[in-house]
């Protein structure tokens, strides 16, 4: 299903597609549970979970899910343009068998990186899914907004129910749907088997779930990797921010770049080699602080090599690791080791959206933190996604939107048997997207916003937009990966970078404002300094004219005016200055 993503203005389906109100009316309805004939082990991993139809999600709207809403979703997802290929006679999509795992080739070219135990996965012939794509795939995405409706409401029976047929279809192997499917169904169980262990309170937040982690962190930074050489999405913020920084570092010898949530080295070596060949010659010195979440020794490996290329190159770089501190802050000024004459700057590569919460607090104090610090430029790069709503459907809704546009845009650049696409969906993906769908509170990270809620924040924190001007190095870059349906787009000053016209990443730089007291204090003593001498010329003029016509009164004690006349004097210089009081 192939470019599913990209139609606006979808084609009118056959009369036999599956309507997408019949299928939330039997897949959701509040008092019908339809249970498969052929129970396995997965149904009695779920059916003794305890009912919680009487309660709901204390994030979540009334169970309902708008006609309206959910018809521009299915428009948008589904390509259903492509209902003319559809055989009409094609077997009906519940005949698909279910084994327990993938095809044995498959495994074999992929190794262990698809070890989901536990989870059924489909295994089908190519030309069978073409012959059935479209309406399996109308299906498949009614399952998950009746499964998601049904979880957000915490009704666990139907939830199960519901996502037992999600199983026939969600494939990891297969299209772009059934593969995005498969890692929202992932973080549906996690989120059902949170539920069952949920808190005395009623919150997921602190739920304990025997799911653990999917993946080890170097099978994380190995996605990361493969993410990075593969798609723009990585490169595209690494260049935004090396070239934003680049221009701030004009004319300057000493750079110290304070990096925000270091997990890798990527960035660097294009910056080391930009600096290296600017006009002006090399700085003198640049210096890199990682402010690190955790040790990591492979990193500190990783920046050695950097440093001793620099070197060679003619570029002294020094790096050092700092731990990220537990409360949200950033290490002490003393810490950071300023240095005299050296200008900061200050780089978030899809960090800062980690410390968004509820109450915007720990945002806050980051931002605080950072202008403290005085640095000469901020680059910001976010995923431009709505990954924070207060309501739990709404936030599913979104964020399944959002990963289908990558998902499809996977599908455009690799193969679907390329082991590097299953390691990037499974090791990077599928997390973010687990995390987003099944926890809640301070366990929820991957809070990503949209780039104008993001524009609201850092304005403001007294910052200001810097305007990018690398949008042709973006285009650039978008040849090198050589797939077509990539967008560009400049918007206030930032940079967007989205695929077939979803807005996937966005890159900012910014500069700190001063804070009105001292701004209005600096604009009074401008104004002071251009009217000072006009004043004084004008002062000294009043004072000899009114002495030289008071001069006689004074020497003439008789007629009484010695008293009054030193009153006039001050009243017209007063007089003179309009009635303001300069300090």
Not at 145 to 158: F, I, S
Request: charged share 25%; net charge negative; proline share 5%.
């Amino acid at each position: 299903m192939k470019g599913w993503l990209s139609s606006s203005s979808s084609t009118p389906l056959r009369d036999g597609t599956p309507s997408h109100g019949t299928a939330i009316r039997r897949f959701c309805a509040a008092q019908h549970v339809d249970q498969e004939q052929d129970q396995g082990e997965w149904d009695d991993a779920f059916f003794d979970i305890e009912s919680w139809s009487s309660s709901r999600d204390s994030i979540s709207p009334p169970c309902s899910w708008a006609s309206y809403e959910e018809t521009n979703f299915i428009d948008s997802v589904i390509n259903t343009s492509l209902c003319d290929e559809v055989n009409e006679d094609a077997t009906p999509v519940q005949d698909l068998p279910m084994y327990e795992v993938a095809h044995e080739s498959l495994a074999k070219e992929v190794g262990n990186s698809l070890d989901y135990s536990g989870v059924p996965l489909v295994s089908s012939g190519l030309a069978d899914m073409e012959a059935r794509g479209i309406n399996e795939g109308l299906e498949l995405v009614h399952l998950l907004l009746a499964c998601a409706e049904a979880v957000g409401c915490r009704d666990t029976r139907l939830a199960a129910s519901t996502l037992h047929r999600i199983w026939t279809f969600a494939n990891p192997c297969g299209d772009s749907l059934q593969r995005v499917s498969f890692c929202f169904a992932m973080g549906l169980k996690s989120r059902l088997s949170l539920l069952r262990n949920i808190g005395i309170n009623g919150s997921l937040t602190g739920a304990v779930t025997n799911d653990g982690p999917l993946v080890t962190r170097e099978e994380k930074m190995e996605g990361f990797r493969l993410l990075h050489q593969t798609t723009p999405y990585i490169a595209f913020g690494f260049m935004a921010a090396n070239e934003a920084i680049c221009q701030a570092a004009r004319g300057k010898d000493y750079l110290h770049i304070i990096d925000l949530g270091m997990e890798h080295t990527l960035q660097w070596p294009s910056l080391v080699r930009t600096l290296v060949s600017r006009s002006e010659g090399p700085p003198k010195l640049l210096r890199i602080t990682g402010i690190l979440s955790s040790d990591l020794p492979d990193l500190q490996s990783s920046m050695k090599a950097i440093v001793d290329e620099a070197n060679a190159l003619g570029l002294p770089v020094e790096f050092r690791a700092l731990e990220e501190a537990p409360s949200p802050s950033l290490p002490s000024i003393d810490q950071l080791e300023p240095r005299e004459g050296e200008v900061v700057f200050v780089n978030s590569i899809m960090h800062l959206h980690k410390h968004v919460r509820e109450n915007r607090g720990s945002l806050k104090a980051i931002l605080t933190a950072i202008k403290k610090l005085n640095p000469a430029l901020v680059t910001v790069v976010e995923q431009d996604a709505n990954h924070n709503g207060p309501f739990f459907l709404a936030r599913f809704l979104e964020s399944l939107h959002y990963y289908s546009a990558i998902f499809d845009s996977l599908e455009a650049s690799l193969p679907r048997g390329s082991a590097q696409r299953l390691k990037i969906e499974k090791c990077h993906f599928a997390e973010e997207i687990r995390n987003i769908v099944a926890h809640e509170g301070c366990d929820r990270i991957e809070r990503h916003e949209r780039a104008d809620q993001w524009r609201r924040q850092l304005g403001r924190a007294g910052f200001q937009v810097v305007g990018l001007k690398s949008i042709s190095q973006a285009r650039m870059l978008l040849s090198v990966y050589g797939c077509e349906g990539y967008s560009l787009a400049s918007e206030k000053g930032c940079l967007l970078l989205g695929w077939k016209g979803r807005p996937i990443m966005w890159a900012s730089a910014w500069q700190s404002l001063l804070c009105p007291t001292i701004r209005d204090k600096q604009f009074r003593n401008k104004k002071r300094s251009q009217i000072s001498p006009f004043l004084q010329s004008f002062f000294l003029y009043a004072i000899i004219f009114a002495f030289k016509i008071k001069l006689p009164d004074i020497e003439n004690p008789d007629n009484g005016l010695v008293a009054e006349e030193e009153v006039p004097i001050g009243v017209t210089l007063r007089g003179t200055t309009e009635g303001r009081s300069w300090e």
